[in-house]
Structures are given as structure tokens and as C-alpha cells.
């Protein structure tokens, strides 16, 4: 790249944290300092506003650089993220959104904690939340390193490390100081100009094949190497049976997990009624649904107009392709055209990355706070030290999650999210359906439940290809594979659902048939909500 992209692409981007910051440092200004603003954000947000924070809080890099890399270079196959990240919200919305707006407060715990004995569900709980969390995190680290070696032209590691330092201090300021309220703004930002950069982008792709999208898929199946078989299902996931049960694996994490992501079940509580969440679930669906199918344009576009080898050489990934098809589309790398867009995506790309860590960031520190500080004293805390906790925990978050993104720098950004997925719908999702819809369970289940879940992911994302035994490894050196699969979805999910079924028929706990009752009414009817 040239020295005036970069300076433009920083420009841009600097302006976007200029005005993030001071929409955080007015809004730690106006704060009260009470446990609601900071997690909730006063829950004073409408259905439209919400949505689109939502929207911002779930297209993350993995959805504006992953996804679409995905598809640009293995075609049809790609699209399986986009398909199910869109699907996941028909889960959300007839599972989850009301139901846990109506029984929590501000963490996936508390619906759980309402009829358990809440100490150890809270620490299993806060535990999977955190992980879940970190594995987010890493992925948006990863996007942002990927964005700063291709400013650079590919030999700023220095540079690129610095960058990932940098990502994880602003999502601690975010976090910090403006809580939930400037959380939300900034997300609320933040979707808008990328779904004004996708828009104009896809029009772009359009008009280069004068709208015909048949040209544009058989320009793409030619220039990706693979010839028709790109625009056929396959490519990446038909070989031998390992890759088609990876297929079904990843399929079922990404359906599933959603629902389990303690960042979107978090954003419900910003709203002042449950009805008002289902109406904020609706808008995101809407909003979600429309940049998903821009993406399919957009990767077949990637390899149309750049070619599916300049998108390996960028980036082997392809995490790169979208900022090069929008220095293609705007003529090329010495014109203004061409610099004045690939500058601006960049800066979109980074804000996504800046508004999505801060999200998580907050639900992480909230668990950490919220659930795990909270039931290991045994004195009662104040609302003021949780959030002054949660503020420390949001900066030790921020650090595991920045080493972490260094040691994965190399990996896609869609594929490191579908293993968060897969440990959310494996550990999380169990434990809140049992809890919402099962009366005998009980708290030995919700314990087995979430751990039963959530070791048997980790422990197979650690003898997976993923970290070891292939070149495209976290630690290509060695070779500690013995689970073929690079998803685990497919074994710990189910796994996570048994165990929590075993934890409650050979529990002694006799369950509170009143409990249930209460928490069955407050789910439906929201009598009682907070």
C-alpha cells in the first residue's frame, strides 16, 4: 500500500475514535455510578436504537472480513457462516429474547441463579461466560492485526502487535469509563457506517457486471481457480468424512450458539420491557439479514475483480478481501478513487473491530463481577465495588485477550468466532433452555450442564487441528491432534445437554415446584421484571 492510503486510512479511523471517545467521556460525565447504568445502561434504550446496537455488537470482523474471505475463497461453502449467523436469530428471537429480558438482570446467570442455589451456578456460569468471551475477543484481535499488515503491505509485525495493544487499551477505556450507555452509542455508530460501506460497496460489485449476477458468479468460478466446482457444494467441506461431519459440527455451533453469547443475551437488559425486546430482536434480524446477503455479492465480487491468488498472497486467510475489492472498485492502487475507498473501509473494518470488543468486553467483566466476585466473598458487595470490579476486570480481560490475538494472528476471523460459538452452545445454551422450560431441573444439572459443556469444547479445540499437527496450526511445530474435527460442536454440544439432564435425575435436590411457577409466569408475562 502507499504512504497516502495509510495516512488516509489512519486519518479516518483516528477521527472514529476522536468522536467514540468523546461519546464515552460524555457519558461517564452524566453517570450515576449505580450497577444498572453501568450494565445496563439505565435500560433506557428504544427497540430501534437497540437494534442496531445489536446489529454493531453481532457483525463483527468475522462477518465483515471473515465471511466474506470465506466466500471469496471457497464459493459455495462459504456462505455456511453467513447462513448460520442469520439463522441463529430465529433461536434467539422465539427462545430467548422476552424470556430472558423478563427473568434476568443483567447476566445470563441471574435468569439461571433465579431458582438453583446460586453460588455454584453463578461461578459455573460467570466461568463459561468469560471464556466464551476471551475466544470472541481473540478473533476481533486477530481482525484488527490482519487490517494493519495489509496498510503496511505486509511487513509491519512490529507494527501489527502494536496495533493489537492498541485495540485492547481503547476497549478498556470504552469499557471503563462509559459502561453500557457509551457501549451502545458506539455500536449504534458503528453500524450504521458499515452498513453504509456495504451498501455502497455492493452497488459498486453490481455495477462493474452491469447487474448481471449470472456474469458475476461465472466471472468469479473462473478467476478462483477451482472452475464451476467454486459455485457447487464442496469445495471446503465434501472431501472425506471429516470434513462433512466439520460441516455439520460448524452448522450446529453456528444455530445454536448465538442464543449462548453472554454479549447479545446482555443487550436485552438495555431495553425498558420485554416486548420491547422481541421488537429490538425484530429490527436486528432485518438489519443482520440485509448485510448477510451483501456479503454473498461481496465474496463472489472479492474474486471476481481481485482474484482469488491476490487474496491468498494478501492474506491466506482472507481476511484482507474487502479492503482489496474496494481498492480495485475505486480504480486501482494509484488512484484517488481507489485510496479514498480502500481508506474507508479500513476505518469501517476498525471500527467494527473497536465497537464489537467493547461489548464483549462489558459482558465479560459483568460475569466476572456480577457473578464470580459477587458469590465468592461471602459478604454481600454493593453495587459500587461490582462495577469498580468489573471496571479492574474489564483491563484483565483486555490482556489476556491481546496475547492471545497475537498468538492466533494467522487464523480466519469467521472460523476463531465459530469456536466461540460452538463452547456458547455447548456450555450456555443447555443450561438456559433446561432452566426456562424444565421444572425438575435442578442445581447439580445447571453445574453439569455448563461444565459438562463447556471442558469437553475446550479440551477438543486443544487436540483439534486447530492448535496443533497442520501448517496452518497455532503450533505447526508439534502435533498433539487426536480429534479430527477443527469445530467441536457436534460432540460437546450434545454433551452438555446429557450432562445436564444426568446432573438432575441423580441429584437429591428435591426442586421447588414454586420457583418454577414464579420463574414460568415472570418469563411469559413479565410480571415481575426488573
Known amino acids: 500500500m502507499t504512504g497516502h492510503h495509510q495516512t488516509l486510512a489512519l486519518v479516518l479511523f483516528s477521527v472514529f475514535v476522536a468522536v467514540t471517545l468523546a461519546i464515552t ?76 429480558r423478563n427473568c434476568g438482570r443483567f447476566t445470563l446467570a441471574d435468569v439461571v441463579a433465579a431458582r438453583m442455589a446460586e453460588r455454584p451456578v453463578r461461578i459455573a456460569t460467570g466461568a463459561s461466560s468469560v471464556t466464551v468471551s476471551v475466544m470472541y475477543l481473540v478473533a476481533q484481535m486477530v481482525g484488527a492485526g490482519s487490517l494493519v499488515a495489509l496498510l503496511l503491505g505486509g511487513k509491519g509485525g512490529a507494527a501489527q502487535a502494536w496495533t493489537v495493544i492498541g485495540v485492547g487499551a481503547l476497549m478498556v477505556i470504552y469499557v471503563s469509563l462509559g459502561g453500557m450507555r457509551a457501549t451502545t452509542w458506539i455500536q449504534i455508530v458503528k453500524a450504521v457506517l ?17 447487474g448481471d449476477i449470472n456474469q458475476l458468479l461465472l466471472t468469479a468460478a473462473e478467476r478462483s481457480g477451482h472452475g464451476q466446482a467454486f459455485l457447487a457444494p464442496g469445495l471446503k467441506y465434501g472431501g472425506d468424512w471429516t470434513a462433512r461431519m466439520d460441516f455439520i459440527s460448524l452448522g450446529l455451533a453456528l444455530v445454536l450458539g448465538t442464543a449462548g453469547l453472554p454479549h447479545i443475551l446482555s443487550r436485552f437488559y438495555t431495553v425498558p420491557t ?32 481481485v482474484g482469488a491468488d491476490a487474496l491468498r498472497a494478501s492474506n ?20 484517488t478513487g481507489g485510496t479514498v475507498l480502500f481508506a474507508v473501509v479500513a476505518a469501517v473494518a476498525f471500527a467494527t473491530i473497536l465497537a464489537v470488543v467493547a461489548g464483549i468486553t462489558l459482558a465479560s467483566s459483568a460475569s466476572v463481577a456480577h457473578d464470580l466476585y459477587a458469590s465468592i466473598r461471602r459478604t454481600p458487595t454493593t453495587p459500587r465495588t ?12 483486555g490482556v489476556v485477550a491481546i496475547a492471545l490475538g ?12 465459530g469456536l466461540a460459538f460452538a463452547v456458547a452452545a455447548s456450555a450456555n445454551l443447555p443450561t438456559l433452555l433446561y432452566s426456562l422450560f424444565w421444572r425438575n431441573f435442578t442445581t447439580r444439572g445447571a453445574v453439569w450442564s455448563v461444565y459438562g459443556g463447556l471442558i469437553p469444547a475446550v479440551v477438543l479445540v486443544l487436540l483439534s487441528p486447530v492448535v496443533s499437527g497442520s501448517p496452518a496450526s497455532l503450533f505447526p511445530g508439534v502435533d498433539f491432534q487426536y480429534f479430527p474435527l477443527q469445530n467441536p460442536g ?28 414464579e420463574t414460568e409466569v415472570r418469563s411469559l408475562t413479565g410480571a415481575g421484571a426488573v
Open 25 to 100: 467521556t460524555w457519558v461517564s460525565r452524566r453517570r450515576h455510578g449505580s450497577a444498572e447504568e453501568f450494565y445496563a445502561g439505565g435500560r433506557l434504550f428504544t427497540p430501534l436504537e437497540n437494534g442496531f446496537a445489536i446489529s454493531g455488537d453481532y457483525l463483527s470482523a468475522a462477518s465483515f472480513l471473515g465471511v466474506t474471505g470465506l466466500i471469496a475463497l471457497y464459493g459455495y461453502d462459504g456462505l455456511l457462516y453467513g447462513v448460520g449467523f442469520l439463522v441463529a436469530w430465529l433461536v434467539v428471537l422465539f427462545l430467548a429474547a422476552e424470556l430472558v
Open 194 to 210: 458499515m452498513l453504509a460501506g456495504t451498501i455502497a460497496l455492493t452497488v459498486l460489485v453490481l455495477m462493474r457486471f452491469h
Open 274 to 305: 420485554a416486548r420491547a425486546a422481541r421488537r429490538s430482536t425484530v429490527w436486528s434480524i432485518g438489519l443482520i439479514g440485509g448485510f448477510y446477503l451483501m456479503t454473498i455479492v461481496l465474496g463472489f465480487g472479492a474474486t471476481a475483480v
Open 316 to 335: 491466506a486467510a482472507g481476511n484482507t478481501a474487502i479492503p482489496l475489492l474496494a481498492l480495485d472498485l475505486g480504480g486501482g492502487a494509484s488512484s
Open 386 to 397: 461490582e462495577v469498580a470490579v468489573a471496571r479492574v476486570a474489564a483491563a484483565a480481560i
Open 406 to 417: 497475537l498468538l492466533a494472528r494467522d487464523l480466519n476471523v469467521a472460523f476463531l468466532v
Open 490 to 517: 457436534i460432540v460437546s454440544i450434545p454433551l452438555g445437554f446429557v450432562s445436564g439432564w444426568l446432573g438432575t435425575v441423580t441429584s437429591d435436590e428435591v426442586p421447588d415446584e414454586a420457583k418454577f411457577a
